[in-house]
């Protein structure tokens, strides 16, 4: 079959474009990376536009096919390519990680706003939270402890593709310096020490 393409931004920041890679190299898959200048809004351009109609990042092609959003890309790849799960096998415990995904990408808009990715991968800082980024703080924590009862090593017994999602939205915070509860700190720490999430983390970034 033929080799995979991903398509991510220019400066490898999205988050949803580094679920994507990490499921990738989980899976073992060989692929191709292209990268999409956003801010010059080459997402908009019609060849862009015929393999992600949502004209976001990432974007997988596969032969003939092409498909955009990251969940879905990570679902398709567990089901095309069961081996190096992605999810838990569990009915209930994939449930869980789907909802954990969706949340994340879903709610907590203060905190993307006013934590941008600029600050994990670039080290830009950023001024203090506003009263709402910082309740959304809290509600991160909440849910996050909650998710990792007892300080589990991951959030449903063995690696998800959901313990990256959930990392890098505390790393967020993390990284601008905001203070984050040491436990989920530590969880992030060792999410971002697996080697599929360093082969994105050690990319070469153009110049902002």
């Known amino acids: 079959m033929d080799r995979m393409h991903l398509y991510v931004d220019s400066q490898f920041t ?9 499921a990738l190299k989980e899976k073992g898959i060989d692929f191709m990376m292209t990268t ?12 862009y536009t015929l393999l992600s109609q949502t004209q976001r990042v990432p974007a997988l092609v596969h032969g003939d096919f092409a498909l955009s959003e990251s969940s879905a890309i990570t679902e398709y790849l567990e089901s ?4 190096a799960p992605l999810y838990p096998t569990d009915l209930r415990l994939l449930a869980k990680a789907r909802q954990v995904q969706a949340w994340i990408r879903s709610d ?12 994990v991968f670039y080290g830009v800082q950023s001024s203090p939270l506003s009263s709402s980024a910082r309740a959304c703080a809290d509600k991160l924590f909440r849910a996050a402890r909650a998710l990792l009862e007892g300080n589990a090593e991951y959030l449903f017994g063995r690696w998800s593709i959901a313990d990256v999602d959930l990392a890098l939205m505390l790393n967020r915070l993390i990284f601008n ?14 999410q971002w020490q697996r080697p ?13």
């Open 80 to 83: 095309a390519y069961p081996q």
């Open 177 to 190: 310096g905001d203070a984050v509860p040491a436990g989920l700190v530590e969880y992030a720490r060792r």
């Open 108 to 119: 907590l808009l203060p905190i993307r706003q006013e934590r941008s990715t600029l600050g």
């Open 36 to 47: 999409v200048d956003l801010q010059a809004l080459e997402n908009q351009a019609d060849a």
């Open 196 to 208: 599929s999430v360093q082969a994105w983390v050690t990319l070469s970034r153009p110049p902002l």
């Open 14 to 22: 999205s988050p949803y474009a580094m679920s994507a890679f990490v």
